[in-house]
């Protein structure tokens, strides 16, 4: 089946820790972008990647990292530095890449709840 | 910069009945993507349905539809036969024409959808 996973669906961390939230796809999309979503809120954008081993940051990247050594993954640390860590992760993907006509919607993981005290 | 408004933060609708969800943008391209994201319960995002800007014919999807007035900005989804399984947060969104390196899709804020039996 093809998709995108992130793991896990729960994450529990103590202020101060540094912690990484997977995403992984295997649609063969060049595109990948992670979102934050807070309690009936919107999107917001993190960071996106067009292409390997370059990314883009988004809206609120402060306090956030990602690396992109693979086109199927693109994982976000959330560091000691976010200040307000606790929300929902949503991870995505969308089929088309840098000079390509963007009329692919995106895909998205089922999302990571991460909380931390 | 484009941006995507969606003034109604919640809805209601009674069941079967016919509700619209408003959306209007702001773009100086002339050539761009619509969609419309539905995010239930689950908090999965899911697509529901999408609009070039250079087509005139307005999508449809089974009991969903758009009204999409190019001259007005203006990007609605038109939900009939409403059921149960609709109630969902629902997310207006954008994208330019072609990739660029730093190409992003704008989310609108959302809109909460009530079913009522």
């Known amino acids: 089946d093809g998709g995108i996973t992130q793991s896990p669906k729960y994450l529990f961390r103590k202020e101060g820790q540094n912690v990484t939230l997977s995403c992984e796809q295997n649609l063969n999309h060049d595109a990948m972008y992670w979102y934050r979503q807070d309690p009936g809120q919107g999107l917001r954008l993190i960071y996106y990647s067009q292409i390997v081993n370059d990314f883009q940051k988004g809206d609120i990247a402060e306090g956030y990292s990602v690396s992109r050594e693979k086109k199927e993954s693109f994982p976000l640390t959330v560091t000691s530095a976010q200040k307000n860590p606790t929300a929902f992760y949503l991870c995505?993907?969308?089929?088309?890449?840098?000079?390509?006509?963007?009329?692919?919607?995106?895909?998205f993981g089922p999302g990571t709840r991460l909380t931390v005290t | 910069a484009q941006t995507v408004t969606q003034s109604q933060p919640e809805m209601s609708v009674q069941e079967a009945e016919t509700v619209t969800l408003s959306c209007t943008y702001d773009t100086s391209e002339s050539d761009y993507y619509l969609f419309w994201y539905k995010q239930p319960p689950s908090r999965q995002m899911i697509l529901v349905i999408r609009q070039e800007a250079y087509k005139q014919q307005n999508a449809t999807e089974n009991r969903f539809s758009v009204n999409f007035q190019k001259a007005a900005k203006s990007f609605s989804l038109k939900i009939s036969d409403s059921q149960l399984g609709d109630a969902a947060m629902y997310f207006c969104a954008y994208r330019g024409f072609v990739m660029n390196r730093d190409d992003k899709i704008i989310f609108g804020k959302g809109t909460r959808l009530h079913i009522l039996p």
């Open positions: 995505a993907s969308s089929i088309d890449g840098v000079g390509q006509r963007a009329n692919y919607e995106q895909y």
